[in-house]
């Protein structure tokens, strides 16, 4: 069974830096791509960043673009997402997802919705 398993969320001042982390034990089946997604209080779910598994192409959310970068090390399998200058707007439950999409690839919010989960990790931005 798949898992995606996310750490470092925390509690952090606006202006601050986290660093997200999601090791999967191994990619799933039939997916292309794997990256975050948030969900704030009483907000639906929206995507922040994506990453090819195969590498080269990653897609981000415009409100979070030039301040957080995604990565990815196919070695430990395992996912990165590095926040700066953190926005009380960022504060939210952040998942990591993966999933199967063939294109375009131009805004985040048409990707295909990711069919495999974490269970999340906090951040909370504090202003």
């Known amino acids: 069974q798949v898992q995606l398993v996310e750490s470092g969320g925390g509690s952090v001042q606006a202006g601050g830096s986290l660093r997200l982390s999601c090791a999967a034990s191994?990619?799933?089946?039939?997916?292309?791509?794997i990256g975050w997604f948030r969900q704030p209080p009483g907000k639906e779910r929206e995507g922040v960043a994506v990453?090819?598994?195969?590498?080269?192409?990653?897609v981000y959310a415009a409100a979070v673009a030039g301040r957080f970068v995604i990565s990815l090390d196919n070695a430990v399998k395992t996912v990165y997402l590095q926040m700066n200058n953190l926005k009380f707007e960022d504060s939210a439950m952040y998942f990591c997802?993966?999933?199967?999409?063939?294109?375009?690839?131009?805004?985040?919010?048409?990707?295909?919705?990711?069919?495999?989960w974490g269970q999340g990790t906090q951040v909370a931005v504090s202003s």
């Open positions: 997802a993966a999933g199967l999409h063939r294109g375009p690839w131009r805004e985040i919010a048409t990707i295909v919705r990711p069919n495999y």
């Open positions: 191994e990619y799933p089946a039939k997916t292309n791509y």
């Open positions: 990453i090819l598994i195969g590498g080269g192409l990653e």
